[in-house]
């Protein structure tokens, strides 16, 4: 248990019977009273921001949180399966802690993911992935007005809209927060 006033943004608490990750911390000393914290959490299950006024003595529940790096090895049903890079464990995470960005994930791919006493509870995969295109339609010569995009699928059956320039076989890189087309791969 630590004081209110130890707690710093970034740091995963149980709140409410729910872990919460810190966004913001601001200490008020009102003319009347004593000084407090109010305090802004993101829920990590449902990603709900809570507010909360703290007492500058009141006790809060820091939790011991250990990332990281994994690689991912498949998907088992509704579960990812990892391996630890240097114990060579397995574990099993939830999709659903990847959120959408799951769709780009790619054997052999490293991802971090956070442990609090031995159950996942969040999981990134890198910004930005490399992926070949498996199918595009040819260009039409003269279709060359600015900006125009093309449908493309991706290795992993992914619909991205591509320049026209880009073709069968290529690689391109690929925001996976966004799910644009950056550039092609070198």
Request: glycine letters at 8%; aromatic letters at 8%; one cysteine or more.
């Amino acid at each position: 248990m630590a004081k209110a006033s130890e707690i710093k943004v970034g740091n995963i608490l149980r709140f409410n019977g729910d872990l919460v990750t810190v966004t913001e911390v601001m200490h008020r000393t009102p003319g009347k009273g004593g000084a407090f914290y109010l305090d802004k959490f993101r829920s990590i299950k449902t990603g709900k921001i809570v507010e909360a006024r703290l007492g500058t003595d009141e006790q809060v529940e820091i939790c011991r949180v250990e990332t990281n790096d994994f690689q991912y090895l498949y998907e088992d049903g509704s579960f990812m399966v990892i391996m630890d890079n240097t114990t060579f464990d397995q574990h099993n995470i939830p999709k659903s802690l990847f959120g959408p960005a799951v769709k780009f994930l790619k054997e052999g791919m490293n991802v971090i993911v956070s442990f609090e006493s031995e159950e996942p509870i969040m999981a990134q995969i890198p910004n930005f992935v490399e992926l070949e295109i498996t199918y595009a339609e040819p260009a039409v010569k003269g279709d060359t007005s600015s900006g125009a995009l093309k449908t493309a699928t991706t290795e992993n059956g992914i619909e991205i809209k591509v320049p026209l320039f880009v073709n069968q076989g290529d690689k391109i890189k690929v925001d996976t927060r966004t799910g644009e087309y950056i550039e092609r791969a070198k």
